[in-house]
């Protein structure tokens, strides 16, 4: 097991571009979850998904952005017509399982510079 | 209102020494969980430490211990005998039960750099 993958490591894009990035999760791993970190604060969850449903989607995920996972194993997140403001650091991370005390893994991220 | 707050931008500590991050939440939700997660240069976060908001005991994991004091809403970090490999930044995040059980909250992080 590798953990979790993301691909790619770093991105910069012109803006006005579309941009996808691809996470795959620890296999087994039915729960997946998308951040945003930007720079100098906190990662900000942005979309979660339960094998293929996504299951929430946090008010910071506009519509131009999208997520999906099909047959609930590797995520897409892709944004379209990119802004400078989508420039950030976007994790992935998995579960087993759900709960209070679960532990989330994560990947090390794709680093997006929209120019 | 923030859900964590880290008040602590950066530390420095020396090496071998103990270092405490501070970490204050605040929910309404009896029901909740406290995360430390440590993120290096290379950018994943790595989970470092649990503390249940039923928890009786402060948690421990190796090196690190959770100083979980409920009625001031704090969960700071301690790191005993400091390494060089701990300078990193450092997250608290916490779920809280019920509907937002899918999610984690974090704060803005505290950079620890630890001198040789």
């Known amino acids: 097991d590798t953990g979790v993958s993301q691909d790619p490591r770093h991105k910069i894009t012109k803006r006005g571009q579309n941009v996808t990035f691809r996470c795959d999760p620890i296999?087994?791993?039915?729960?997946l979850y998308w951040y945003r970190q930007t720079l100098g604060q906190g990662p900000e969850f942005l979309t979660y998904?339960?094998?293929?449903?996504?299951?929430?989607k946090s008010r910071l995920l506009s519509d131009r952005f999208s997520a999906e996972r099909p047959k609930g194993s590797f995520s897409t997140l892709e944004i379209q017509r990119t802004e400078q403001g989508d420039s950030a650091m976007y994790l992935c991370a998995s579960s087993a399982r759900t709960g209070l005390n679960t532990e989330a893994f994560f990947g090390q991220g794709t680093r997006l510079t929209v120019v | 209102a923030q859900k964590i707050t880290q008040t602590q931008p950066g530390m420095f500590v020396q090496e071998k020494e103990a270092v405490t991050l501070d970490c204050t939440y605040d929910?309404?939700?009896?029901?909740?969980?406290l995360f430390w997660y440590k993120q290096p240069s290379s950018g994943e976060m790595i989970f470092l430490i649990y503390?249940?908001?039923?928890?009786?005991q402060n948690a421990t994991e190796g090196r690190y211990s959770l100083n979980f004091q409920k009625a001031r809403k704090s969960a700071n970090l301690v790191i005993s005998a400091s390494q060089l490999g701990d300078s990193a930044m450092y997250f608290c995040a916490m779920r809280e039960g019920g509907a937002g059980a899918n999610n984690l909250f974090f704060g803005t992080g505290t950079r620890l750099t630890v001198i040789p």
């Open positions: 503390q249940g908001s039923y928890d009786q």
């Open positions: 296999s087994e791993h039915n729960r």
């Open positions: 929910t309404s939700d009896p029901s909740y969980g």
């Open positions: 998904f339960q094998n293929e449903a996504q299951l929430e």
